[in-house]
């Protein structure tokens, strides 16, 4: 993994300081602009197609051109034909002369070279020194904007002074007529395969002036565009057109002076027939940039300014104490804003409108990664992006009826809403892509209380994926279970496997929503329901049967391992070979068969891992956790949407170093070009990540039913962390130091939420503080070894069995046994001594040997206790610090009584209601859960390795006693130097 | 289904008795004609691209051009190149004029027409008397032979006699550069997907007088096509020849007196650089030509009668009863031998030579459906064949790298030996390739005893290939089983599973075939051993991994349903609703999305079912039969491969109707044109499959490890079926009549088969016949109901029971326990009653009903016996007819010690040890086996209908007691009138 920075950390800015051929068309993906709408991709505007530079883009979201989709070999249900984001024809191209010189990077020398994007202006603007191959010093500057507020437009405002001596200038401004051919990869299949026509047909051009004007038409799509472009130059330039075969060209002279600053603005504006009249067309184009001209650069490039300012004031997010992931967040955060279509006809492409990766096609990225940054600062803009799923759920009805289901199925990716998928075992097959519609819908009605929404389109796409559930899946006669076969989870690794864990639980959720609004809607608004009802024929049967398949979904569980499987079939594969793998090899789907990494135990995607974090609910703590350890370890970093899921599911589960690395992964994503890819564009889900990374891993947000939690803590790097969030009609202020949160009511009267678990209301007027320094609350003890030796005892015992059994056994051999079950302790023996019994003689004489330990521990009283102990135990209780007790030993309760130590404790667990034994964290969590502690706030007391690796792994303060537990937070030779005072002396400090 | 025969059903023949435009295409592959190198179709010559008439075709088997690989989306490993069968330039046209008018049965009028394919003489002749627009009658008479002796050459001979009046002729014989542009279908996967570019590059053309010559050479694969023609005219004919753009043209002219037959004689020669040095393709190609004008037409067709009688001296299968059967069999057979390739360098396509179906690529097809009967046959051919494999193995084990495998991974598909298919989930996946190529050398070896071959090429191939399987599969920690996951089985509508029975049975069978001829060539020829070890790197660890994986292969069984699961996940799949899908929709392939098809449980082709045929000794005959019932309804007819595989186990399991109407749909699966597909060519493994219907189905060949075995039963239409099979140096003669079957050597001095499982030796000039009349040998009873009413003691038990627990029990509801276990009747009597009980108690007290029972039939004395059964038994002993108990009761054994019956009985079945009771027939087949007799001449006596329905099942003859039992053969009211003479008479004349 690279870890070079390209750029200058510098607040608000991107900053390129050098002009690096090579780094053009990354670059160029970098300093894109767009507003949703229109997108421009950053090459310069003195480079073009036949003289250098890099590969240019103007990009109308959602603008298409399709064509047959041919298949080496085909079968019923393949989409057949293919879509792509249309690579316009390049507006942006200005040519400079200098006494008929090119003005060009690639040749004379710079002298001084600057490219920024302003995140705070919203701009790119450009300062170049340069000295023409016959001598001529030339200032150029340039100055970019794709508006916010005039959606169709943009401008490049440049200016060209000649330093030191007079001379001719001319700008050469184009506006082509063809589209750039586009690049493509055939194979890699996260570039696009291109096309084979010329997807554009000219059907009307014209000049006026300095004004060009052209209509388009897609030849398979059928859609039009119109675009056109004006200028305005200062009054000393003559100026001329060209209406050449491929492009116009208006050419703009003048004899400059020396030292005199000359400019040029060049309008450009472009409209589409999916969200207008054609009819209309030209007229919209004309108006839009008539006005823009009359309107003014200046004042122009000054509205931008003030809308971003309003951008921000809403999404950004604080970050002190890192300046590279400051200035990484707030890119990400400002391409996404420039991405994100407005309007419902539109969606946010896998690369934004930074490039034409992934066929500038909409994935399910866009509701599970991208939407809610946009739910909790512009929700107007979430509502746009769900109201797009609705005016593309007729082609989701017509593809579930190909695919012989019911109800409607999303497309895997698409633009116009028909399936564009060409490899359907990571395509068709991610019929998780409804649910997760579903899961942005509830979490968008949720956080907003949009009740029109959810009436006017919701509910209607809720039910109609909802009906596809229960003709896709079947009940299984031979359990009654809800099962859903041959379908490819999130995992792009492992493909077409039955009952995909992360399916069937976000079914569940989509089922159990489904029913939720059906009767909230019953209640609320009984006619609109009425009439959901009739145009989705929802019947009381199909309710039913929704709540019998939620009931009743099956989900893969290994309970050996005790860790919820990916699929049914996940545990039974063999594990990657990751140390034999090299790293050269990496991302694997370039350099193995589907089938190699298919048949493996590998991920591209963390599955489980994510549904824990969307479906968090409904995993415990220690499920989390193990779930967690068993993936994370298998899960390649081949896809950019894994580090921020691992991310947060690793600030949730306390391990902050792992949270703050894949958190670096993501935020720096695209500014460092981790994947080397940046070039086909930015990865717009990545981007979402971090806004996720911050607000839900670090802030630890959690929002299930819309009710917002917060459990706050900060890479020890920080010292703050602050954003805002909407809810409802209120807004909150969220401000996070490494020692306490603030929460402030920035909008709206009064907002409820959890702070670490506990309800809190917040005032408008009235913030609340709440410290985040661990406070010492409860102390967990292991028994023996720790509260007393009963180890003495269980070493007695073996050595009674070993000498009536004649085996080899010693002191050497018991420190093995340590931590260790009865059982296992009795092979380790058995191993030593090389002898065998059958599996009924072992446990029998295990069970012997538990009886001549029973005898012994009769023998114990409080003088067993060990060395201060007694004291401890005592001024834990005069502090009201809480005490468990979290023994393996099923004799513990015996042991605890006979040492008058019963009373003392809050908290017993009872080892018989664990899964898992230690090194498994299980037990000191259902301690801490017991005592309502959060773990951050408790200590563990160890003597045995197993059990300190237990309290490090779940994140608890571990205090070891004796050599074996020498891996603890706090090391101690006895329990003789074991006191309070000490002990919160090490906490607060560690 | 259709069921109409296009062809009037005669010995030999294969007439075309009127010209249909429309039925053209598909009688050109049924009058193909070919020499295992050369084919060519039968369209007519006087038709041709620009003039009407069906798609023609040329063909050098294993002659290709190949074309990138286009995918939709592509990866790793996927292959690149395409490749195909290239239609050659048309070399056939014959064009004639009478007066200037154009020969064609598009105009003028047809008053008589006849082709024939003469299958023992192996050409196609016509004759059409033609009236010409303008008035002509006109006598045409054509004959077409592609050589057998002479690889490279074919002729037409064609006759023309004007029958009225005097009048010009003119014959323009051409011969084509460009080929004929293919018939592509993208929506078909199993048809071709064609061309781009122009295949063939002209490197040479000149004529000669009346011979052309051309050389071309194919624009990717680079390989070298040399071809001319000839011609033999009468001296009345002028001569001229024209060398056009596109193609020779050779005009003979001459002005016909009436009644006078003008003949002339076109000459065809093709070599190719596949076969033979480039740098001599001219001399090769004229040589060859001007040898076969020497010869003379005459002779040349001499020569082939010659040569095909001697052709259907070793491989005709005559059957007696069924012409149109004959018929299908005899053309199957002459199409394979006109296929299959003879010199190594290639092999049998799919479509043999007939047609361009499947792009002329080689499948499985070869090893499993069309091997044996050239190995039995022909096995020089059968030789040929696979050292065509062993010629391609350097592919085989690049691909295995490609694919991440060690050792050789065969492609699914192909031609050049490099991996063909496109679609990977029912392409690359079928891993099983391996394994069935490795069976075909088994077979071939076995039966041959060509240890040569073996050493030459077949042990490498078996080693490189058996590599593969180590790292493709896995031992799994958790049960030290051999796993082989991601693989498809030979079933195309289940893709990507874990564990496919079929791959896994197939890999165990390879793996100890490797074992054994390595430890073969160690004893018989360590030289060569070491030589090959060293080559293919076989070390001692890696024949003791084989050992180890062949041991300890996981075979998936389902012990609820006892039934063999098609992988690990079969049995977990909804089944297709077969009765909810209409006839239109089938194949379903054409109607239904892979993952739609994938997700139920559906087949395609019968995977578990195949398994137990080709390895049928690994199988109990009960096992073999659950599985055929089981996975039977679920096939359908999608595919040509399935027919005769079921076919074959519906012999084997006594269910001959069910056999019968398998085999007619693959013995006529051409001739009537079944799938509606023939116009793409004929279906070369369904032949082979025919061969395999009658020789190990009506036969009842087995030949596990070379020993041949019999078990022969004639369907009831036919009076006979006799062949011929050679084994190492012997010929064996098998002539099977409705009554016996005759062995006769016709070569070699003695052979050992079995017979009905018994082992008879064969002498020279000493046939064996062995009578086939079924002959009652056994008889095996139930015993409640048939021996002694026990069920009256059943009933009381149930009813002291009912009463104590205060049940509605009836001897209504006690009917309905006839043959059903104990625990079910409960239920039953609970269900009746609308009572429950938890499972415990359910168990008690039907142990409960078992003691009461217990205590009534301790009442049982010899009285009890049911009237006639004492004497019944006393006849069958007399007689020396075995006689076995198989009750389901487990107090049985007790039962006949009390009825004094005890040592009556030659075998009791111990119900303990059986999997499942009754109508399962394991009860009964365990009684036959037991007894060592053949369940054909056994009877079975039951009361029950499911123990009817289990010897039925099984193909018993069955004897039922009472009403509920009228499903039987025979039908009693009851035990009295059961004797052993009415017994002989019905059994006899069933």
């Known amino acids: ?41 950053g090459g310069l505007e003195e480079t073009g197609r036949d003289y250098g530079g890099a590969h240019k883009g103007t990009f109308i979201n959602g603008f298409y051109e399709s064509a047959p989709q041919i298949y080496a070999e085909s079968a019923y249900g393949f989409p057949d034909k293919k879509q792509m984001m249309l690579n316009l024809p390049d507006l942006t191209e200005i040519k400079i002369l200098i006494n008929d010189e090119l003005f060009s990077p690639e040749q004379g020398s710079i002298i001084e070279y600057k490219r920024q994007l302003l995140l705070k202006e919203g701009i790119v603007k450009r300062k170049v020194i340069w000295r023409s191959p016959d001598g001529q010093k030339v200032l150029f500057k340039s100055r970019r904007c794709v508006s916010f507020e005039k959606q169709h437009m943009a401008l490049i405002h440049v200016s060209v002074t000649l330093l030191e001596t007079a001379g ?24 696009g395969t291109g096309f084979k026509h010329k997807p554009l047909e000219c059907l009307r051009r014209e000049t006026e002036g300095t004004k060009a004007f052209v209509i388009q038409k897609t030849v398979n799509s059928g859609l039009y565009l119109g675009y056109g472009i004006a200028h305005s130059a200062g009054k000393s330039f003559s100026s001329q057109s060209l209406s050449l075969q491929d492009r116009f060209e208006f050419v703009f002279d003048t004899d400059a002076q020396s030292g005199c600053e000359y400019s040029f603005t060049k309008y450009i504006c472009c409209h589409s027939s999916i969200e207008g009249d054609v009819a209309r067309i030209r007229s919209r184009v004309m108006d839009d940039i008539e006005k823009s001209v009359a309107f003014g650069a200046e004042n122009f490039l000054e509205e931008q300014k003030r809308h971003v300012a309003e951008f921000w004031r809403s999404a950004d997010i604080f970050i002190e104490g890192d300046n590279s992931l400051q200035q990484g967040i707030r890119f990400n955060l400002f ?15 896998a690369k934004g409108l930074s490039g034409e990766g992934y066929e500038g096609h909409y994935f399910w990225d866009t509701e599970i990664y991208v939407l809610p940054f946009f739910i909790y600062t512009m929700p107007e803009i979430a509502s746009n992006l769900l109201e797009y799923r609705y005016n593309i759920l007729d082609c989701a009805r017509e593809r579930a009826s190909v695919m012989n289901e019911a109800g409607a199925l999303y497309p895997w990716r698409t633009i116009n809403g028909e399936e564009a998928s060409a490899y359907f075992p990571a395509g068709t097959a991610q019929y998780h892509i409804n649910a997760d519609i579903a899961y942005g819908i509830q979490k968008y009605v949720n956080a907003t209380e949009d009740f029109e929404f959810l009436k006017q389109y919701g509910a209607e796409i809720i039910f109609e994926t909802a009906k596809l559930w229960l003709s896709l899946g079947f009940f299984d006669e031979k359990d009654g279970l809800f099962k859903i076969n041959d379908v490819t989870g999130p995992d792009e690794y492992t493909a077409i496997v039955n009952n995909n864990l992360f399916t069937n639980l976000m079914v569940k959720n989509h089922l159990e929503y489904a029913l939720q609004i059906a009767d909230e809607l019953q209640q609320k608004s009984p006619a609109d329901f009425e009439g959901i009802k009739k145009k989705v024929n929802l019947t009381t049967e199909t309710l039913r049967l ?27 594969k063999e594990k990657w070979d990751f140390d034999g793998t090299d790293k050269s090899l990496y991302p694997l789907l370039l350099h193995f068969h589907p089938l190699v990494i298919y048949r493996h135990q590998v ?32 899960t390649t970093g081949d896809s950019s949407l894994s580090p921020c899921i691992q991310g947060i599911m690793a600030a949730e589960l306390g ?65 703050r962390l602050a954003f805002q969030l909407k809810r409802g009609k209120c807004a909150l202020s969220v401000d996070i130091s490494s020692v306490e949160v603030r929460y402030t009511l920035t909008e709206g009267d009064a907002l409820c939420i959890c702070h670490e678990g506990e309800e809190v209301c917040i005032q408008q007027g009235n913030p609340l503080t709440f410290s985040l320094k661990p406070v010492l609350k409860a102390v967990i003890f292991d028994l023996d070894g720790v509260v007393t030796d009963t180890a003495e005892y269980h070493y007695l015992a073996w050595q009674r069995l070993s000498d009536e059994l004649g085996l080899d056994f010693s002191r050497e051999i018991n420190e093995k046994l340590r931590g260790v079950g009865r059982l296992e302790s009795f092979e380790i023996i058995l ?81 018989a209601s664990l899964e898992k034994g230690k090194p498994d964290p299980e037990i000191f969590i259902t301690a801490a859960e017991s005592l309502n502690e959060n773990i951050r706030n408790c200590a563990g007391i160890e003597d045995a390795a197993s059990g300190i690796t237990a309290l490090n792994t779940a994140g608890f303060y571990s205090v070891g006693i004796g050599p074996a537990a020498s891996d603890a937070d706090w ?11 000490r002990l919160i002396e090490k906490f607060s400090s560690r």
């Open 1 to 41: 993994m690279k870890n070079k920075t390209f750029f200058p950390v510098e607040d608000w800015l991107i900053t390129e300081n050098e002009y690096i051929a090579e780094d053009m068309e990354r670059n160029a993906s970098l300093f894109f602009l767009g507003n949703g709408y229109l997108g421009i991709r």
């Open 971 to 981: 090391s101690l030779e006895s329990t003789t130097s074991l006191t309070l005072d």
């Open 831 to 911: 191993d030593h001594a090389g002898k065998t019994f059958t599996a009924e003689e072992k446990q029998r004489l295990a069970n012997l040997k538990n009886e001549y330990y029973k005898e012994f521990i009769g023998r114990i009283t409080p003088e067993d206790i060990l060395p201060g102990i007694a004291d401890f135990i005592k001024e834990l209780q005069s502090a009201g610090i809480k005490i468990a007790l979290a023994s393996a030993s099923r004799n513990a309760l015996e042991v605890i009584e006979r040492l008058n130590l019963k009373d003392s404790f809050d908290v017993i667990v009872n080892p």
């Open 603 to 634: 991920l591209k995607q963390p599955d489980v891992v994510l549904s824990n974090f969307l479906l968090g609910k409904r995993f415990s703590l220690v499920q989390k956790l193990r779930n967690y350890l068993y993936y994370n370890p298998l």
């Open 655 to 719: 391990r902050e170093e792992d949270a703050y690395e894949y958190f670096n992964k993501t935020a720096r994503m695209d500014l460092d070009d981790i994947n080397s890819n940046v070039s086909d564009g930015v990865h717009i889900a990545a981007m979402g990540g971090t806004w996720l990374s911050l607000v839900y891993g670090f802030a630890g947000l959690r929002d299930y039913d819309g009710k917002l939690s917060f459990t706050p803590k900060l890479p020890k790097k920080w010292s």
């Open 546 to 572: 929704w709540r019998q398949a939620a009931e009743h979904i099956f989900i893969p569980y290994d309970s050996n391992l005790s860790v919820h499987s990916q699929d049914d079939s996940f545990m039974q």
């Open 168 to 191: 001719n200038i001319k700008i050469i401004s184009s506006a082509y007529i063809d589209p750039d051919t586009r690049k493509t990869d055939k194979n890699d299949p996260r570039i």
């Open 335 to 349: 391409s996404l804003y420039q991405s994100a279509g407005r309007d419902g006809l539109r969606n946010i492409a």
